[in-house]
């Protein structure tokens, strides 16, 4: 972890701790959950006195299960509790953290981030539409932060900023990571000044987008990473209400691009820092 990420350190309280264990399920223990009850030996891990009702059951097609309750900042996450469907190896307790996100008022979205003068720019598109293709193009002097997913949120002005977040397939040596990224640093903060919503095209263009469809686009990209989030999930208005402010207060382009082409030139005529 430490060769690919700068790991940050912070102060105060933490907004969640989470508990991480192998837990099988016994029979018994079955029917408490069936009844919407947390297990008598889970409970006994929570320090203090937590209530055995209400608590919220997420599972993941690796097995893995995470416990939450509204409220309550302690969670549980458990592996091996359920029979598993296939093997993933980067499944984590998203489900609270999500949660987490969209009440502080921000969100992950699968995007890449590069940044230019101190300013960054999402770099969106649906999977295998090209973004980590592109961000692998990036000329001098723009600095690519990560391919894979970033954490948007609103700060007091109303603008956003964001925090490049490493691509976990990489982690874990299942892919290649970019050579102009050379570590993720998770505790940059960058203001975010555009986006840059990938298209695959015969030729190179650059076309600014109304806001309307800015947020189709980025609802789609904050509810598919780093899990899909089900319609039926409440968090799913909450992203609507982050992606469409996102969109009315950023500018956005439909970034057309061709498999070999050059496209320097086309950033450098749009962006700020050119003019």
Known sequence: ??????????????????????????????????????????????????????????????????????????????????TPHHHTVFQLPWHPILEDMVKLGGALVHSGLATIEDRGYLFTAPPGGGKTTTLARMPPPWQVLGDDAVLVWANEEGSFLTSPLPTWGVLFGLKERLQNVVQWKVGTVIELAGMMMIKKAQHESLVSLRPSEAARQLYRAFSEHPMVVPNRNPIRKHLFHIASKLAKTTPSWEFGLSLNGDFKELLDGVLPHSR
């Open 1 to 82: 972890m430490r060769r690919n990420v700068e790991c940050v350190g912070f102060d105060g309280p933490p907004d969640r701790i989470m508990h991480l264990f192998e837990f099988h399920l016994s029979f018994h223990e079955y029917k408490e959950v069936r009844s919407g009850c947390l297990p008598n030996r889970l409970s006994q891990i929570l320090p203090g006195d937590f209530p055995k009702q209400g608590w919220k059951l997420t599972s993941d097609q690796a097995g893995n299960v995470t416990w939450y309750c509204s409220g309550i900042s302690q969670s549980l996450w458990t592996w091996k509790t359920e």
